[in-house]
């Protein structure tokens, strides 16, 4: 994978909503993009575009049949991008010497 790839990757899965778009599509298999469509409170246009990104990262195939279009998640190429984003973080441990700390400050509720 090139950087080019590895960084749309990383900017199509900061977003959030283009983020549930890949679950909902990892989920169904292959699903028609009007069934993604209709899973999402915003404008086709928006979906569209989300499916546009997630494309060209190559985190999704899309497949013409007739008139309808049809997307599969490629799990193969985001299991690709995180053993380089800890191939990448993993040297970067090692230049620095840090270590990673296991654990995270404990939050309490406010009453």
């Given at each position: 994978m090139d950087i080019?790839?590895?960084?749309?990757?990383a900017k199509a899965l900061a977003d959030p909503r283009r983020f549930e778009v890949l679950e909902v599509i990892a989920a169904g298999g292959e699903m028609?993009?009007?069934a993604?469509?209709?899973r999402f409170?915003?404008?086709q246009?928006?979906?569209s575009h989300h499916l546009k990104e997630l494309t060209d990262a190559g985190l999704v195939e899309t497949?013409?049949?007739?008139?309808?279009?049809?997307?599969?998640a490629r799990p193969e190429v985001l299991a690709?991008?995180?053993e380089q984003l800890n191939a990448r973080i993993g040297s970067q441990r090692k230049k620095s010497g840090s270590r990673a700390v296991a654990?995270?400050?404990k939050r309490t509720a406010k009453v």
């Open positions: 080019n790839q590895f960084q749309r990757i028609c993009c009007g993604v469509v209709e409170p915003v404008a246009a928006t979906i497949r013409a049949e007739g008139q309808f279009k049809y997307l599969r690709e991008y995180v654990s995270s400050p």
